[in-house]
């Protein structure tokens, strides 16, 4: 029997999320791919897991990284552009970046990149000597004009970034793009990234408690499994032995084959993992190259 956990440890792991927000319903939906299921509180703060020790904190996710880093979370899903410019903030400030990325989720994607007036002839890094620059990531934004030797003013703004040229209050910003609209609306254009970014699962440096390690060991191993399939089918068919390797060369993305032969005949039933995209042309080309029988099934769950 295992010992009873030490006075003040928590026995649920707890995981902060955006309450609001472009990643709050994708990081919801990836928990409940992983078999996780909640009852909300009513202030809608606070979500108790039902059928696993994991609970949800719901904050503003520039909150994540330090609730982790004070211990009041064990793990959060957020930004790589909130994680890292709050990582450089500590940085610049002396302290040790005690939160880290644990795996990158695949959704929310966007990055940070430096937007000019479009009527610029962009140069490179060195045309921003003495500029003004407007962010609202200053930490990141500084680093890299560190890395590229330009001294330039760092207008620190909490919105609205793209239109500071406009108003006068800066020369140029670095923003947050997704589909780059907003900046040309606002007569700007893309010209370098300094960070690209998407939702990740970040959680402390320091290794967990023993009390809630496996359960964290858990949720990774589940969230692996869901990021494995997410674009996954299971390819059946069959293949005359002396077509295989051509079939093959035609499945760079999937994984080992397995093969069964067929009784009776110079045939091998497989069935093959595919991670990309199985598209009616490749299903022609496949048969092409000899596979018969082809068949494409959907891939609900995967623990490896």
């Not at 990643?23 to 059928?51: I, M, Q, T, V």
């Not at 500590?90 to 795996?103: H, K, P, S, Y």
């Not at 907003?182 to 939702?199: F, G, H, K, M, R």
């Not at 990021?227 to 994984?255: C, G, H, N, T, Y």
Request: hydrophobic share 45%.
């Amino acid at each position: 029997m295992s010992p009873p956990p030490a006075p003040g440890v928590r026995e649920r792991l707890r995981i902060a999320i955006q309450k609001n927000g472009r990643l709050s319903e994708p990081a919801r939906a990836l928990l409940g791919s992983c078999g996780l299921s909640w009852r909300e509180s009513p202030d809608k703060l606070f979500c108790y897991g039902d059928n696993a020790p994991v609970d949800l904190l719901l904050v503003r996710d520039d909150d994540i990284p330090g609730l982790i880093d004070s211990g009041l979370c064990d793990l959060g899903i957020v930004g790589r552009n909130v994680l890292q410019e709050q990582a450089s903030e500590r940085r610049r400030a002396g302290r040790g970046a005690n939160v880290r990325e644990w795996r990158a989720l695949g959704f929310g994607g966007c990055r940070l990149a430096l937007a000019v007036p479009q009527d610029w002839a962009w140069q490179g890094p060195a045309q921003l000597q003495g500029r003004r620059i407007a962010t609202s990531y200053p930490a990141l934004t500084r680093d890299w004009l560190d890395a590229q030797g330009v001294q330039a003013e760092v207008v620190v703004l909490s919105g609205s970034v793209e239109i500071a040229p406009r108003l006068g209050q800066a020369d140029v910003v670095c923003d947050l793009v997704s589909s780059g609209a907003t900046l040309a609306a606002n007569q700007l254009t893309p010209v370098c990234d300094l960070l690209q970014s998407e939702a990740v699962l970040a959680g402390p440096e320091a290794e967990l408690d023993p009390t809630l390690a496996e359960t964290a060991q858990m949720l990774l191993r589940r969230i692996d499994g869901v990021l494995r399939i997410r674009d996954s089918k299971l390819l059946m068919f069959q293949a005359p032995r002396a077509a295989l390797a051509d079939v093959l060369r035609l499945l760079p993305d999937a994984e080992p084959p397995t093969a069964y032969p067929v009784e009776g005949q110079d045939l091998l039933a497989m069935q093959a993992l595919c991670h990309g995209v199985v598209t009616w042309q490749r299903l022609e080309e496949l048969k092409r190259a000899g596979a018969r029988s082809l068949m494409v099934l959907p891939v609900e769950r995967m623990l490896a």
